[in-house]
């Protein structure tokens, strides 16, 4: 993935592409060179942004929601099980580690890599057609008051 935060008057529509294009077109490409009648399961990552948000990040949960909405389809549509998996924030790897003082100082949980790992084999193994999304947490989370009195799901 691909993160260029800013407010959406702030975001150029370059900017929004780049965001936007490295998750959505990967997939779509997916779709059309895989077989899903060989395939048992299919897991597509996306982001716990496409169901909370993020400030800033309007094309990053696009992206996400369009991975939720494309495993939805194909799950229906194939023999095979297609899930999005909507990750929270792993600790100390992944996109957002350099933002992980931040985030554990407004109250989230972060996933450790070995409950991460965990959880994605426990979904491989017990999971089922027609789960089409999962969101995968470090718990805990709750409703917090941001610097700028905003309310912020974290």
Known sequence: GVIEDKLVGDKTPDSFDRVFATKVESALILTRLLDFEKLKCCVL??????????RGQSDYAAANEVLAKLAWRLDRQTPCRVVAIDWGPWS??????DLEKH???????????PTGVQFFVDELLRGRKGESEVIIGGGAER???????EAALV
């Open 45 to 54: 990552f996306a982001s716990v942004a496409s169901r909370y948000g993020n």
């Open 143 to 149: 409703l917090v008051d941001t610097p700028q009195n």
């Open 92 to 97: 100390g790897v992944g996109m957002v580690s």
């Open 103 to 113: 985030m554990v100082a407004r109250g989230l949980t972060l996933i450790d890599p």
